[in-house]
């Protein structure tokens, strides 16, 4: 109750709003200064050189036709030595007056003013670097992105637009130089796994740190380091403390070996112990395959349904067993599982790549989804499609040739990867190709360059383009799969060099389509927030509750913060689940037993979260009694210990464990028992 009454005292409410206007007045400030340096920083050598020659030439001039009047005084040393003093202010020539010829009054002011050109360059280039440390220094609500490469650079692309972005890397000077560095983008220069670097990026009021590092190891660094940062910071100043609980730093670690992201989160989870500090990780390669399908989804994946869904769908070919073509074929899986009916005949997949048998048997222990799925591997040192795919046929209809819906040409190298799209177009022929036939995606360095050069497709409202329906229309950011256009010849514009076979041929830029991240939705906490209140929600309505009666009752985007924050900490209470009773968290495997608690565990695991909300609720301030709608002072009736609960309340609190296993299972992670250490 005091931090509440505190927030709502006048003086505290007028504090925060003079502090905020500050903050905005000294970013508008700090932008638009930063905006005069780099033209300064542009402009003014230009400026020097062409104003210091123009007033040299005229300097010597008018010093040849002062000092040629009086031949007894006239030397080229005099001339020279007295049209250089000019740019240094020296008025000794001057000391007589009389009329001086016009070429020499012009030079006598133009060479100063060239001068003071110069010493401000000179100024400028010796401050900048200075000036845009003390700004990054003192940053606010800014993302930090360590390291330079193909992933960072995306990051920095894509961000900049929107968000102001403080790089952090030894080589960031040559990554974005002054004359292409956005007017977003500052740098700093340095280890970003050193202390002293971070914080001179201003990590302690970031919102997010992308650590983009060429290993896994030094992305871990960074993380560790981070943390490291904001826990000082937190001891230091209670205030700060208070904004991260509310606004933790979110730290995202790239990782360069997806079989080490279950492993890494598993450790994460179980040791989720950071107030003010969240740590996740990533692979490029899996958010493009989530990016590649979102866009190229076969059609039992996509919002209409598949048709049949006992049915056996056409196959799909993943050429090439990159990270992106392993992630491709785990995501095909993943969908498949979440999509089919029950009884459904298993998808069929043809993989081919060099140790493609390999690969799919090392793909199978990890990836449980592959159980429902179909993997027909060739072994094939080129990741050329399979003869045997024009083959395929369907048992159910006979022997009738069915050919693939897509092929996902996924080679690491592009031009390879290009060669291969080709030379499945030729195999297929143009009249299978198209819009609804076969359709080959390439993954390719630069999807634009390449769009224009095969010609894209249209957008919908294109002149030039068909007069679809936009809601129909569907690309690699759109939050759903899209729909196919109606049937008919296809418009197209004038400007490609090469054809793309009737829409047959489509290109997909690993990180120009699965960058930025959305912090949120990477977050796993958060994503397990988001999955206990769904599955909250779906207890409560199909019992008879009417959504939005309750503050409760409502979907998570329109959830208050402090109901939010309670998913959260429920999210985060896992970790103590799982080391109070010697638990660890593992990769799902295919053939794993599934976790179930036993009634002793279950009891005692439903007091214990009771228990915990209670704490979280009235460390928040929220007291017993009963709810008052619109009331300044929270309540609640459930605020009372175990035994006086109502039955349906202890229920919930067993439904609250009973999915954890299920909550967990979503990011691929299982619960193990350790078997207890003997005594001694």
Same mark, same amino acid.
């Given at each position: ?218 992305? &871990? ?331 409760? &009752? ?127």
């Amino acid at each position: 109750m005091g931090r509440l009454a505190r927030e709502l005292d006048p003086r505290h409410l007028l504090g925060g709003v003079v502090a905020r206007a500050a903050r905005l007045y000294a970013t508008l400030l700090f932008g638009r200064m930063g905006r005069i340096g780099r033209w300064l920083r542009r402009h003014l050598l230009g400026t020097f050189l062409v104003l210091g020659l123009i007033a040299f030439v005229l300097s010597l001039i008018g010093a040849y036709q002062h000092f040629s009047a009086d031949p007894a005084a006239f030397t080229w040393a005099n001339v020279i030595f007295f049209a250089s003093t000019l740019f240094l202010a020296d008025g000794t020539m001057f000391e007589n007056g009389g009329q001086f010829p016009p070429a020499l009054e012009v030079a006598r002011f133009l060479a100063p003013l060239a001068t003071a050109v110069g010493v401000a360059d000179a100024a400028s280039t010796l401050f900048a670097h200075r000036f845009e440390r003390f700004r990054a220094r003192h940053a606010h609500r800014h993302v930090i992105v360590c390291g330079t490469g193909p992933t960072a650079s995306a990051l920095v692309d894509k961000l900049v637009g929107s968000s102001r972005v403080v790089l952090v890397a030894e080589d960031a000077e040559r990554e974005y130089p002054d004359a292409e560095r956005p007017p977003n983008l500052l740098r700093v220069i340095g280890d970003p796994v050193e202390r002293l670097v971070l914080a001179s990026a201003g990590i302690t009021r970031a919102d997010v740190v992308y650590s983009c590092l060429d290993d896994t190891a030094s992305n &871990l660094a960074v993380a560790l380091t981070a943390r490291g940062v904001v826990r000082s910071s937190r001891a230091g100043s209670r205030r700060l403390s208070t904004t991260r609980l509310d606004h933790p730093l979110r730290c995202l670690a790239q990782v360069g070996d997806l079989s080490l992201l279950p492993h890494l989160r598993a450790r994460r989870i179980g040791l989720e112990n950071d107030p003010g500090f969240r740590l996740d990780f990533f692979a490029v390669e899996v958010l493009g395959a989530h990016a590649m399908l979102n866009g190229n989804a076969p059609a039992w994946a996509r919002p209409d349904g598949f048709p049949d869904p006992r049915a056996r769908p056409a196959p799909v070919v993943v050429l090439g067993l990159s990270d992106l073509g392993q992630a491709v074929v785990m995501e095909l899986a993943r969908r498949w599982r979440d999509n089919s009916a029950p009884g459904a005949p298993p998808l069929r997949i043809v993989l081919s790549g060099r140790n493609a048998t390999l690969e799919a048997a090392a793909m199978r222990s990890r990836e449980p989804a592959l159980a429902r799925v179909e993997l027909m591997a060739h072994d094939s040192p080129s990741g050329e499609l399979p003869g045997a795919v024009l083959e395929l046929d369907d048992p159910v209809e006979g022997t009738r040739t069915v050919p693939p819906e897509f092929v996902y040409v996924c080679h690491g190298d592009e031009e390879e990867a290009l060669l291969r799209g080709l030379e499945v177009a030729r195999a297929l022929g143009a009249t299978s190709l198209g819009e609804h036939g076969t359709r080959v995606v390439v993954r390719t360095g630069r999807q634009r360059s390449f769009e224009d050069v095969f010609g894209s497709r249209e957008a919908p409202g294109d002149p030039d383009g068909p007069d679809d329906d936009p809601d129909d229309a569907g690309g690699p950011d759109d939050p759903d799969p899209p729909v196919p256009p109606p049937p008919g010849p296809r418009r197209r514009g004038g400007g490609a060099l090469l054809d793309d076979v009737q829409g047959g041929l489509r290109f997909f830029a690993v990180n120009d389509e699965a960058l930025p991240l959305d912090p949120g939705a990477n977050d796993l906490i958060e994503r397990f927030a988001r999955i206990i209140h769904e599955k909250y929600l779906f207890k409560e309505l199909t019992g008879g509750a009417v959504l939005r009666t309750r503050r409760s &009752l409502r979907p998570w985007d329109e959830l208050d913060d402090d109901l939010r924050a309670a998913n959260l900490a429920q999210a985060i209470g896992y970790s103590d689940v799982l080391r109070r009773r010697n638990w660890m968290l593992m990769p799902a495997g295919e053939h794993d037993p599934e976790f179930v608690f036993t009634p002793e565990e279950l009891a005692e695991l439903a007091r214990e979260e009771h228990a915990r909300w209670r704490r979280e609720r009235e460390s928040r301030g929220v007291r017993y009694g009963p709810v008052e709608r619109g009331g300044s002072d929270p309540r609640h009736p459930s605020l009372v210990d175990w035994e006086q609960l109502s039955p349906a309340d202890q229920d919930r609190d067993r439904d609250v464990v009973r999915n954890m296993p299920e909550v967990l299972a979503m990011a691929g992670l299982r619960i193990v028992r350790m078997t207890p250490r003997p005594p001694g």
